[in-house]
Structures are given as C-alpha cells and as structure tokens.
C-alpha cells in the first residue's frame, strides 16, 4: 500500500506564500503522473495541478500564474509552492497520482484569512 503524506499547510494571510511537500513511500513515484488536489467545506475534491512524468505541468485557471507543481523523483516528492494566496484558496490540501490511483492521504490544511 502506498503512503501519501502532506505537510507544510498554514494560516497565511492574503497574498501570502506557502509551499507544501507530499512525500510518497514508492519508489514508483516517478512512473506516475501526479496530481495536487484541494477540498473546501462543503465542496468536491478538485483538482489544482498536474505534472508528467516527463515534467510536464497543467494549472486550473484558479490558480494558473500563482501556484508551481514540481517534483523530486529522487526523493519521491512532490510539492506546491503557492504564492498571491487568496481566501478562496482555503481548503484541505492533497496529493495522488492524475488519476487518484493512491489511497488519499490526510491531506494539509491551508487557511488564508487575515
């Protein structure tokens, strides 16, 4: 069974920065497309971003110009740096593969309030 585990959500305030990390315990890590998605009160898990294997990486319009997607195969990690962070940004925070293939993790909350 493969874990996910995010870390380095937050308070922030608006228009603040924050880079969040998903450690993934396979060394498959790198054959997988992968994916950050978030999840606010009362709302569906929605994807944020994505990135290939290759590198390739997709935004949601929401978010295109604010957030950056990368990875480290060599570590198994991937991260979210997060910058120009508003409050509709607030939500639980998590990583799978594109396709949600991975048990979810617990995912790391981000709160933008001021």
């Known amino acids: 069974q493969v874990l996910l585990v995010e870390s380095g959500g937050g308070l922030v305030q608006p228009g603040g920065s924050l880079r969040l990390s998903c450690a993934v315990s396979t060394n498959s890590f790198r054959f997988y497309d992968m994916g950050w998605f978030r999840q606010a009160p009362g709302k569906e898990r929605e994807l944020v971003a994505g990135?290939?294997?290759?590198?390739?990486?997709n935004y949601e319009a929401f978010v295109k110009g604010r957030f950056t997607i990368s990875r480290d195969n060599n570590k198994n990690t991937l991260f979210l740096q997060m910058n120009s962070l508003k409050p509709e940004d607030t939500a639980v925070y998590y990583c799978n593969t594109r396709s949600g293939r991975w048990a979810w993790g617990q995912g790391t909350q981000v709160t933008v309030s001021s």
């Open positions: 990135i290939t294997t290759t590198g390739t990486t």
